[in-house]
């Protein structure tokens, strides 16, 4: 069993056009989180699903951000007319409710938007 | 809100000594959860130790030990015998148990540890 994945790894992009990112978790992993990391801080909450399930979103995931979980498999975190502000790398977690507390981090996504 | 706070930016130490990094928390919960990650300059986040708030014991996983001490909201990681290859960002991280705000973790800063051969 790998760990979990991320696709992307790195991403430029110019300001106002959209992007998608894929991540897929720990097989049977039912918790899905994704996470931003600015230069020099620690990574931010941003959302979680339980299964298909999204269960919390963060204020920082203004309305230009959508996530998803339509098999409650993978996930997209799409950014809609991006911004600068926006360059970030962003991280994905999940874990089993059922077994551990501990989140299990993906290698991450690098955005820049020029 | 809960709140992490890691206060030394940067740690150095020498290659076979230990290191302790520092980490307190704030939070009003009776149950909660603290973890340790490690991130290389490569960013993947990588999990080192978990304590629970009701764990009686300090956890330990290898090398890393974690120093929780609950009246005081610390919980201080210990490296021992510090090796090359532990030259990294290492974040304290808490999760709270609250319906509202389901199962986040909160990140503090960071400690940028270098071991010195």
């Known amino acids: 069993d790998t760990g979990v994945s991320q696709d992307p790894r790195h991403k430029i992009t110019k300001r106002g056009q959209n992007v998608t990112f894929r991540c897929d978790p720990i097989s049977e992993h039912n918790r899905l989180y994704w996470y931003r990391q600015t230069l020099g801080q620690g990574p931010e909450f941003l959302t979680y699903f339980q299964n298909e399930a999204q269960l919390e979103k963060s204020r920082l995931l203004s309305d230009r951000f959508s996530a998803e979980r339509p098999k409650g498999s993978f996930s997209t975190l799409e950014i809609q007319r991006t911004e600068q502000g926006d360059s970030a790398m962003y991280l994905c977690a999940s874990r089993h409710s059922g077994f551990t507390d501990t989140q299990y981090f993906g290698p991450g996504t690098r955005l820049t938007v020029l | ?117």
């Open chain 2, 1 to 117: 809100a809960q709140k992490i706070t890691q206060t030394q930016p940067g740690m150095f130490v020498q290659e076979k000594e230990a290191v302790t990094l520092d980490c307190t928390y704030d939070t009003s919960d009776p149950s909660y959860g603290l973890f340790w990650y490690k991130q290389p300059s490569s960013g993947e986040m990588i999990f080192l130790i978990y304590q629970g708030s009701y764990d009686q014991q300090n956890a330990t996983e290898g090398r890393y030990s974690l120093n929780f001490q609950k009246a005081r909201k610390s919980a201080n990681l210990v490296i021992s015998a510090s090796q090359l290859g532990d030259s990294a960002m290492y974040f304290c991280a808490m999760r709270e148990e609250v319906r509202t705000s389901g199962s986040r973790l909160t990140f503090g800063e960071g400690t940028q540890l270098t071991v010195n051969p």
